[in-house]
């Protein structure tokens, strides 16, 4: 059974920084493309970026809302994807969700973090 | 950026009945569509890739159709359990985008 499930989230004050992780079984982690997508409360969602699998180097996209601050990682021997924030603004508060991509959609989602940018 | 818009941000929908949920995009994107179902408090649910392929699992009273810039999703004989938001997202070029979603709700 795949399974995802994020950890990290929490209050932060603006300029701030936070990590947020997505812990992964029940796939092979090294042969997925993974993402970050958010969604503000009552919003819409948001793609964010990914990190292609091992065929493809583990390269990353990004959005240009987040490029430059935020960094998509992941630590393949334990199966674990993460998002570095950096310089956080109140407009990045939301609830972040990793994904196990599927040619570009998501088809595995987790049950998400809530962040919370504010003084 | 490619605009998704799900003109509908609400439909009204009884059980048993047939409903398109529709997506624009504002260029070509192919068939590099998927359609998510989010329902209150929960992460979203993949229902559709490619346009019209059902991932494993999904009931197949979800039909997605469509290809360019016109997408719909068909959910024919409605559950109580399909009162939920839709959402549309293509991924024929960075960034990937998102509709604004279209909810499902009873009459």
């Known amino acids: 059974e795949v399974k995802l499930v994020e950890s990290g989230g929490g209050l932060v004050q603006p300029g701030g920084s936070l990590r947020l992780s997505c812990a992964t079984s029940?796939?092979?982690?090294?042969?997925?493309?993974m993402s970050w997508v958010r969604q503000p409360p009552g919003k819409a969602l948001e793609w964010l970026g990914f990190i292609r699998n091992k065929a493809n180097g583990y390269t990353t996209e990004y959005s240009a809302s987040v490029k430059g601050r935020f960094t998509i990682s992941r630590d393949n021997s334990q199966s674990i994807l993460y998002l570095q924030m950096n310089t956080l603004r109140a407009e990045d508060s939301a609830t972040y969700y990793c994904?196990?991509?599927?040619?570009?959609?998501?088809?595995?989602w987790g049950q998400g973090t809530l962040v919370t940018v504010s003084a | 950026d490619i605009v998704m818009t799900q003109s509908q941000k609400f439909m009204s929908t009884s059980v048993g009945d047939r409903v398109s949920v529709t997506c624009k995009a504002s260029q070509n994107v192919g068939t590099n569509v998927a359609w998510y179902q989010q329902k209150p408090g929960q992460s979203p649910k993949a229902l559709i890739y490619?346009?019209?392929y059902r991932y494993s699992g999904v009931p197949d009273r979800f039909t997605g159709s469509g290809s360019g810039t016109d997408f719909t999703l068909t959910i024919s004989n409605v559950q109580s359990e399909d009162l939920a938001e839709y959402f549309c997202?293509?991924?024929?070029?960075?960034?990937?985008?998102f509709g604004a979603g279209t909810k499902l709700e009873l009459k």
């Open positions: 490619s346009a019209s």
């Open positions: 994904a196990r991509d599927h040619y570009g959609s998501k088809a595995y």
């Open positions: 997202q293509q991924y024929n070029s960075y960034p990937l985008t």
């Open positions: 029940g796939f092979t982690f090294t042969d997925y493309y």
